[in-house]
């Protein structure tokens, strides 16, 4: 008999562990949860202590009976989920379903193990010091869960009568909406104000020349509001001595960044490698969960990757310490290794996100991994031995320079010691620094000067600037702005992200987000009803309520409680008051072409569209586009084509549908034939002279499919590129997105293996 059954969420991390513990365990995965509350119902019992109601995930039940059989032949049960919330909930399910007596009532035991790292000695730690199912923890999910449900199944039915079907709102995601939309108000209230700079050429004793800029007047900081003062200071300036008045030099060092935890990873992924949150997760949890390192086997790469805590093994610190000497030499150890502190919300519950070790460097690895995948984990490796690395040490030389009644100053920064820097900088978030007035004073070469040094004016120059508004929110600035403000937590920024996008409230364009005009009336609806729940610090203080559930020092039920009270009198006083868009629409400075009357934005089944306001009187709508921030553009429902309608002879128009645009004949109403619009590819069915079309099967899903069908009944779910196989001369190529975002043109021609990076990663 086994020893044991060990149960983890991933069938990806079976392999690997199967080869750590050997044909002593039997090595199953539940494939994430296995149950949870109904979909098409709150399954929440609010009267009875809000208890839920679970049910097996439609699918799971295979897997259930599975891991039925498996646990029959056992008596220890090891339930490694994830290690953390989730795979507590994950954990605590499986043990209900497997409870059953064994034999003559013997019970079977079930043991809780956390692989914070797929390496064979944490398993096999993890293995022989197994603890407890911690009902704290999974109480706290619980009621996250419970929480969210409540919020989501009851504002949303109220925005699909007051807006449109199919909208959704969330305790977390909505406030992320609200940050983003918040930015856009505060971006088009704002007013830009002139101001000018003033900045002088001058050249010392030695070479290289170099640039100082005007900064006071008579010991007062100066502020030059326009031209006509900027060319005051010109004038006073042109036949000015100079002089050096001080010459300060400071040592500085510069601290290298902690090791990352999920919300820096993220964002130095965004920044550095153009990665999305949900990407950088995928590559990731492939990186935790292990890769075929050939003779090797699959080997976990990186520990945990859903973490909020600095914290590092000190046996690793030592491997570190020991690979820097050795690399870089001993003046890039530190005489003591960093220790970073803890943030205000951090659970520490888990290491830092570091590699499994430090001696599989990223070349190392380079011939198992694709390229995203080698890219994050190069990123993690260099950023871990970087925090561990001794700080680079600056000499910053500041000079300050008289003239008349004027100050001016310049700035240089000299590397005197590189230390971590040699190998690893932290990118700054371009967001942030998008509008600043940033001084090149980091980068000026500064000659060697001395106090009362005589300075050669060599040119001056007035330059004129605007203050500019706060930036837009990038992926990665958002995710900060999120973790600053304690909403949501590691594991669920990704998950927001995504989710905001999918409902159409903001959309991504050139890195940053723009809030749509539907997303800007549902926060504004919801901050007006539930100001409450759309406040940061509110969600911020829930996540400190569970947190203290999952301590022990407050209960699930109470937190519960004390939410849902408020929350039922908001939910009854918006069912009555709020403003049904459905019906009066969102007001616009556009006329009705046909009445006169004021035209407003209504949202349909085919998205938004303007309707005029004195409906039902009148019922002129139209279609239009608006590229954020800018106004509305009014489309022609109907774009005239050269296609001659097959039945009537008359010209066919391109018209927008709820599935999207297709061919209409310009006869309607006397003739309503309608054809799909063509892709322009030949079908590459032999003998087949039709052409692919765009269509939608019943269940709404696109496909690509031969103009002559039924005569031709080829189809493709994958959209057609006008591209020969090399290999097969097949006519065709399909376009695949995989789950790491990457898009690759493939061969549809069974047995043919043809297959082309679309974006090179």
Request: charged share 30%; hydrophobic share 35%; net charge positive.
């Amino acid at each position: 008999m086994k020893k044991g059954l060990v149960i983890v969420e991933s069938p990806t991390k079976v392999r690997t562990i199967k080869r750590y513990l050997g044909k002593d365990f039997d090595v199953k995965a539940s494939v994430g949860h296995v149950k949870d509350l109904p979909k098409k119902r709150l399954g929440v019992n609010v009267e009875d202590n809000f208890t839920p109601e679970y049910e097996i995930i439609r699918g799971k039940s295979k897997i259930i009976k599975e891991l039925k059989s498996a646990a029959c032949k056992v008596d220890n049960i090891y339930l490694a989920p994830d290690p953390d919330r989730e795979g507590e909930a994950i954990a605590w399910h499986i043990a209900e379903e497997l409870q059953a007596k064994r034999g003559k009532g013997k019970a079977r035991q079930f043991h809780r193990v956390m692989f914070h790292e797929l390496t064979e000695q944490a398993i096999k730690r993890a293995i022989k010091s197994p603890g407890k199912l911690d009902r704290k923890k999974y109480e706290s999910q619980q009621a996250r869960r419970i929480l969210d449900r409540l919020v989501g199944y009851k504002i949303s039915p109220l925005l699909w009568s007051k807006v449109k079907r199919g909208l959704s709102a969330g305790r977390v995601q909505s406030v992320a909406v609200r940050i983003i939309c918040d930015r856009e108000k505060e971006i088009r209230a704002f007013v830009p104000e002139e101001y000018w700079t003033v900045i002088v050429q001058l050249e010392g004793p030695n070479p290289p020349p170099f640039l100082a800029k005007v900064i006071a007047l008579k010991g007062k900081k100066l502020s030059i509001p326009n031209r006509e003062k900027a060319q005051e200071i010109v004038r006073d300036l042109k036949s000015a001595d100079f002089r050096v008045k001080k010459v300060d030099t400071k040592e500085r060092k510069k601290y290298p960044s902690p090791p990352f935890i999920t919300s820096t990873m993220q964002q130095e992924a965004a920044h550095k490698l153009r990665f999305t949150a949900k990407k950088t997760m995928m590559l990731a949890q492939r990186l935790y969960e292990g890769v075929d390192l050939g003779d090797e086997g699959p080997v976990g790469l990186i520990t945990y990757m859903r973490t909020d805590s600095t914290r590092v093994a000190k046996e690793v610190v030592k491997e570190a310490r020991t690979l820097i000497n050795g690399k870089f030499g001993k003046d890039f150890v530190p005489q003591r290794a960093p220790v970073y502190k803890r943030g205000k919300m951090s659970q520490d519950a888990h290491e830092a996100i570091r590699p499994t070790s430090v001696v599989r460097a990223p070349e190392d690895v380079a011939p198992y991994l694709d390229k995203a995948t080698l890219a994050l984990y190069n990123l993690i490796w260099k950023r871990f031995i970087a925090s561990q690395m001794s700080p680079a040490i600056l000499d910053q030389t500041r000079v300050d320079i008289e003239a008349v009644l004027y100050l001016l100053r310049v700035s240089g920064t000299v590397v005197r010691f590189p230390g971590f820097t040699i190998l690893y900088s932290e990118t700054k978030d371009e967001s942030r620094e998008k509008g600043r007035n940033n001084s090149d004073k980091d980068k000026t070469d500064l000659p060697s000067l001395a106090k009362d040094d005589p300075l050669k004016f060599l040119g001056i120059e007035p330059k004129q600037h605007f203050t500019q508004p706060p930036p837009r929110y990038s992926e990665a600035s958002l995710i900060k702005t999120l973790e600053e403000k304690g909403i949501g937590r590691p594991s669920t920024y990704a998950t927001i992200i995504s989710t905001i996008q999918g409902k159409e409230y903001v959309s991504l364009e050139k890195r940053f987000f723009y809030p749509s005009a539907l997303g800007l009336v549902v926060t504004d609806l919801l901050v007006k009803h539930f100001p409450e729940i759309l406040d940061s610090k509110f969600t911020a203080a829930m996540e400190k309520k569970l947190d203290e559930v999952e301590d022990g020092s407050n209960s699930w039920i109470n937190v519960l409680e004390n939410f849902h009270g408020p929350f039922s009198k908001s939910l009854n006083l918006a069912q009555e008051e709020m403003k049904s868009i459905k019906i009066e629409g969102v007001s616009t400075d556009i006329k009705c072409d046909k009445c006169g009357a004021p035209m407003v934005i209504k949202y349909g089944k085919s998205g938004e569209f303007l309707a005029c306001s004195g409906y039902p009187e009148c019922k002129n709508t139209k279609d239009f586009k608006r590229d954020a921030p800018g106004p509305i553009q009014i489309l022609d429902r109907e774009i005239m084509t050269e296609k001659i309608c097959d039945r009537c002879g008359r010209p066919m128009v391109i018209k927008k549908g709820r599935f999207g645009e297709f061919l209409a004949c310009s006869g309607y109403p006397e003739c309503r034939n309608t054809k799909s619009i063509s892709t322009g590819i030949s079908c590459p069915e032999p003998g087949c002279d039709g052409e692919l079309f765009q269509r939608r099967s019943r269940s709404g899903k696109t496909f690509f499919g031969c103009s002559r069908y039924p005569k031709c009944k080829y189809a493709t779910w994958d959209r057609p590129v006008a591209k020969e196989c090399p290999l097969c001369g097949s006519l065709i190529l399909v376009q695949k997105i995989t789950q790491s975002d990457r898009k690759i043109l493939k061969c549809p021609v069974k047995g043919c293996k043809y297959k082309i990076d679309q974006e090179g990663g």
